[in-house]
Every structure is written in C-alpha cells, then in structure tokens.
C-alpha cells in the first residue's frame, strides 16, 4: 500500500526566505505526482502536476521536482511571502486495480510571517 | 479557477437522519471523486467515478453511497448520519488524460 510522508509537519519562516517542502513515497511505480495548496476551512488547489515521465515543474515562484527511483519529491518556494501561508499537500497517483488511486500524506503547514 | 461546487458548506444534523452531501462541476470532467479529511490528516478517497453510471469504493471503508447518473452531477449520501460522520467532505474532479484535480470547497459535517 502506498504511503506518503511529508517533512516538515510545521515550518514557520519570516518572509523573504526560499523553502524546500519534502514529499517521500513508498511506491516508485507512480503515475503521476501534485501539490495542492488548501487554505484553513477550504478546499485544494492544484499547484503542480508532474506526470511519472518528467523531472520538474514550474509556475512563477514554485518549482517541484521529482525523483520516482528514490520516492521523493521537494516544492520549493522562491521569495516567499506572508500569502504563501498555508497547508501544502503532496498527492501521487498509482495504478490499482485498473484504475489510477491517489494517495495524499498530510501536508506541511507553512507560516510566513512579516 | 475552477467550476466546481458543493452545497451545504456547513451542516449540523441529529444522529439517525439521512443527508446528500452535493456535488457538481461544469466543466465537463468525467472523472469525480469524494474524499473525507479529518483535521490535520490527510485526505482519504471514499469514492469516485470515471463517467454516468460508473462509481466505486476508495481505500478508506465508508457507510455512504454515491450515485452518477448525470456527468456534472456526484452526490453522496449518508442514510443513517453517526457521530463518527463528522468530518470535512472534499469533492474533486479531474479530466480523463489529464488527471490535474480540482477541487471544491468541501462541506463541514457536525453529526451529534
């Protein structure tokens, strides 16, 4: 069964700083990988995709990499800045049972402070 | 953003009643799931569906059903709502290729 862990639980940073988050799995033969972004009381938002053939992805001050032999991937936050603050999730995909099953660890609870 | 919505947001409901939770997207996904996440936990799949009238059990074991009779449509249903049923419900859709996931607001369940 896939597992997925997330170092660190809690990070708190004053703002400016870049941030390595770390996603691990138990399970290499993935489909594909996402961060989400969920804010207190809210729902997901997708971040990145990194699809099982690729190495990273980027969008403006996040880039994600991934490295499917030894389960791990890191999102990196360049600059970052008090609206960063959240609870940031790593998601990867497996093939089940004929169908593709994501499994999420719980997540890295930022604080950017001023 | 996405187009993706579920109603209620909050619900407060005597053990024994029945509920749907409601879920539906416009974007003409055809795969749709249902999580539950507790707080600080991760999200556990209870169900999901890859078109009309496909739908099957996730990894965590749950009491509810869901039904998909309309492409944009995937409710869920608890029949006898516990207290153990109190939780957050996270709705999510995705495109068949693309597997990107999108996700709505969630609905907080309070069961006394």
């Known amino acids: 069964k896939q597992e997925v862990t997330q170092i660190p639980a809690a990070l708190s940073v004053p703002e400016g700083e870049n941030l390595v988050l770390n996603c691990s799995f138990t399970?290499?033969?993935?489909?594909?990988l996402q961060w989400f972004r969920q804010d207190p009381g809210k729902g997901l938002t997708s971040l990145l995709l990194?699809?099982?053939?690729?190495r990273e992805q980027t969008s403006g001050r996040l880039n994600a990499s991934l490295d499917k032999s030894s389960g791990r991937s890191t999102l990196y936050i360049a600059a970052s800045q008090p609206g960063d603050s959240a609870t940031y999730l790593c998601?990867?995909?497996?093939?089940?049972?004929?169908?593709?099953?994501?499994?999420f660890g719980r997540g890295t609870s930022l604080i950017v402070h001023p | 953003e996405a187009d993706i919505y579920q109603t209620p947001r909050y619900l407060v409901i005597g053990t024994g009643k029945k509920i749907t939770l409601e879920c539906s997207q416009t974007?003409?996904?055809?795969?749709m799931y249902w999580y539950q996440q507790d707080p600080g936990m991760e999200l556990h799949l209870i169900h999901y569906?890859?078109?009309?009238?496909?739908?099957e059990k996730g990894d965590l074991s749950s009491e509810s059903t869901v039904s998909r009779i309309r492409t944009e449509h995937f409710p869920l249903t608890l029949e006898s709502a516990r207290p153990s049923h109190t939780s957050q419900y996270l709705c999510?859709?995705?495109?068949?290729?693309?597997?990107?996931?999108?996700f709505g607001p969630g609905t907080r369940l309070l069961v006394l």
């Open positions: 569906s890859y078109g009309v009238n496909s739908t």
């Open positions: 998601a990867v995909s497996l093939l089940s049972g004929g169908s593709y099953i994501p499994t």
């Open positions: 974007m003409g996904h055809d795969k």
């Open positions: 990194i699809q099982s053939s690729q």
């Open positions: 399970d290499s033969a993935i489909y594909n």
């Open positions: 999510a859709s995705s495109e068949a290729h693309q597997e990107t996931q999108y």
